[in-house]
C-alpha cells in the first residue's frame, strides 16, 4: 500500500500556472503515476501519466502543450505543471498509483490505479 498526498492547488486567474505534487509514503517507483481530476458534477477524467522510469508520459487531448508532469523517484514525489490554465481546467485533482508494477503503457481508466490521494483543489476564474 502506499499513501499519496498531493499538494499545490488554488484559486488562479486564467493564463496563470500552477504546480502540483503529489508525496508518496511507501512504494511508487516501480509503477505508473498519473494526474486524474474531477469537475463539478462530472466524472473523474484521466488527465496524465507516466511510467516508472519516466519513459513515457501520455496526455489526454485538453491539456496537452498545457501540462507537464515529471517524478523524481529518489524523493517519491510526482510533478504535474500547469501552464496557461483555462476555466475548464476547474476541478479537484487526484494522483494515481497504477495497480500494476513496470507497465510500459500509460493506463487511463481509474480501475487501473489502485491507490489515491485525497485531491488538492484547482480553480481557474476568467
Known amino acids: 500500500q502506499v499513501q499519496l498526498v498531493e499538494s499545490g492547488g488554488g484559486w488562479v486567474q486564467a493564463g496563470a500556472s500552477l504546480r502540483l505534487s503529489c508525496a508518496a509514503s511507501?512504494?511508487?517507483?516501480?509503477?505508473?503515476m498519473g494526474w486524474f481530476r474531477q469537475a463539478p458534477g462530472k466524472d473523474r477524467e484521466f488527465v496524465v501519466g507516466i511510467t516508472w522510469n519516466s519513459g513515457r508520459t501520455g496526455y489526454a487531448d485538453s491539456v496537452k502543450g498545457r501540462f507537464t508532469i515529471s517524478r523524481d523517484n529518489a524523493k517519491n514525489t510526482m510533478y504535474l505543471q500547469m501552464n496557461s490554465l483555462r476555466p475548464d481546467d476547474t476541478g479537484v485533482y487526484y494522483c494515481?498509483?497504477?495497480?500494476?508494477?513496470?507497465?510500459?503503457?500509460?493506463?487511463?481508466?481509474?480501475?487501473?490505479?489502485?491507490?489515491w490521494g485525497q485531491g488538492t483543489q484547482v480553480t481557474v476564474s476568467i
Open positions: 494515481a498509483r497504477s495497480r500494476t508494477p513496470f507497465l510500459t503503457q500509460i493506463p487511463t481508466r481509474r480501475y487501473e490505479y489502485d491507490s
Open positions: 511507501g512504494r511508487m517507483s516501480t509503477f505508473v
